[in-house]
DNA sequence: AGGTTCCATATCGTGGGGTTATGGATCTCC
DNA sequence: GGAGATCCATAACCCCACGATATGGAACCT
């Protein structure tokens, strides 16, 4: 069913004059009557009863013009929703976040929020590889990642973070820190958990010229920090991991080029509502 | 909002291949990429992220399509209630009735809604004249008509009716009824509410050579009656009338030509319905 | 009868939308 | 790594649908 067709039948309904009707929908008189006709001949019945006195509804074109009005309601419905879409005014974001994004990640998200309650917004745990390849395929707009960011995402710089080694605040660490960890056992996180953090950390490592050994690892970067406040050995993490770290921990910096990098939001594709959220995240990193 | 755009739109969001939508809407690639771009472009945002597995929705592809799903759904309900109504499967029926039609009508509005459960039939008492205005103007579909029916309408003969008079059972009336009631003072139909039948009543009196005085008169058959019965005199009615009329009275047949007349049903445009129920009619009027 | 007011019809021109053919990018498979 | 396959975009062309102008025809009104 063609809506323009639809549109003429109402307004020729609500006016009972073709000419009138004709003039409000910017169209000629015989275009008007033949639309009417094409639409008689679709819906199989006649629709109006032409006469001197203009045109009246038949029976069967008082039924269905209800029908008429709501699906041009409905009509009219999804193009505001359209152009509230594409306005940024509504929509959904799916954010990722590693252990790069943990500092900014969720004020930004806050932030966000409050400025645009029609947006549904879901923040999600992943590392920085893993947003790389959602952010390509589509199934994630934002990213909080170590940078550089692979061909094909856009970024924003947001913050630098450096390598920390976590020890009880009690612990003493030398100055030659490099020295000081070479064969030390350590906790760590997962590798697969975080790839970027690792190779990050191990270049650290060769340019320190130390190789420590795992004593033990975890998945969650929580749980390594728990594992060094109970004494289980030094972790060297993310300095953003202050957040999140215990009271009795010391996140203490770790020297060397190797051990500070860039941290930024990425996308691949710009749309108002990415563009809003990254100001968003800007703000929240210069805070 | 085009709604072969937005069928498309789904078609291809399903499918998340464009030839493959494009071979179900019987339609070529080229012209689908078309009609996506026009779409993408009419909503203001881009629907679909196209790659070498095909083409997937972004998030505001993912927002409109239930509202796209819904406003064709709607569509096609109304393409199916449009066919209904075609079909006379539903839709409304506006009924009149008079005099000539008290006997008739009805049992034919009753056989046809037992038939038609989906047809809404309004049943309205009015004299024939305002009935074949009323079915021109188009504001009546069906009546139960005098016969001849004026220009523009058509019509099915359904039963002969004639003159009778109404007395009391008790009354003896002599065998030259026109004189008997040539002066003498009778009831009668106020002239208004059928004009046809007092037209007709006084073709009869020229017709016996008599003349009748008015005593009485009441705009409703039923009262006319009842004054009757009531002793205030006699009354020229339709013999059909004999199905209203109290127990106590008599309704013998008037002689001459122009005492005999056709009641039909009239109609001025046909449409299923309007058949069905003069066939209803007549089936009715052979019983 | 002429004028007015309607809607329907005739005729013509233009553009939207479709078709075929081809390009370009990416993945697959010897 | 090159040939083929797969998919979407672009190009060029064509045609019919749809609109505009002009005219017809019926019914009312002076």
């Not at 008189?29 to 009863?49: D, H, N």
């Not at 006195?53 to 269905?64: C, V």
């Not at 029908?67 to 929703?81: H, I, T």
């Not at 490099?178 to 590798?191: I, S």
Request: charged fraction near 20%.
């Amino acid at each position: 069913m063609d809506l323009r067709l639809l549109r003429a039948f109402v307004t020729v309904a609500r006016l009972r004059n073709f000419g009138a009707a004709a003039e409000e929908l910017s169209t000629s008189q015989p275009a008007l009557t033949k639309q009417m006709q094409v639409l008689e001949r679709k819906v199989g019945s006649v629709l109006f009863t032409r006469g001197r006195h203009g045109a009246r509804l038949t029976p069967a074109g008082e039924l269905l013009l209800p029908d008429a009005l709501q699906l041009l309601e409905r009509s009219e419905a999804f193009d505001r929703r359209a152009a509230r879409v594409a306005a940024g005014d509504e929509g959904s974001l799916a954010i990722g976040f590693g252990m790069s994004g943990i500092e900014i990640a969720p004020r930004a998200v806050a932030l966000f929020r409050s400025r645009w309650p029609g947006v549904s917004v879901s923040l999600d745990d992943m590392s920085s590889t893993v947003q790389c390849e959602r952010l390509l395929a589509g199934s994630l707009q934002i990213g909080f990642v170590r940078l550089p960011v692979p061909a094909g995402l856009e970024h924003l710089r947001l913050r630098r973070d450096r390598l920390a080694l976590a020890v009880p605040s009690a612990l003493d660490v030398p100055r030659d820190v490099g020295q000081w960890l070479d064969g030390r056992p350590l906790v760590r996180l997962t590798p697969s958990r975080g790839p970027g953090l690792t190779a990050q950390i191990h270049g650290l490592y060769a340019e320190l010229g130390c190789h420590p050994t795992v004593l033990q690892e975890s998945a969650d970067l929580q749980t390594v920090l728990a594992l060094v406040a109970a004494g289980a050995g030094p972790a060297v993490v993310p300095q953003s991991a202050e957040r999140i770290a215990p009271p009795e921990l010391r996140l203490v910096p770790l020297p060397g080029r190797a051990a500070t990098w860039w941290i930024g939001a990425a996308w691949a594709t710009r749309t108002p509502l990415t563009e809003r959220f990254v100001k968003a995240a800007a703000e929240v990193a210069r805070s």
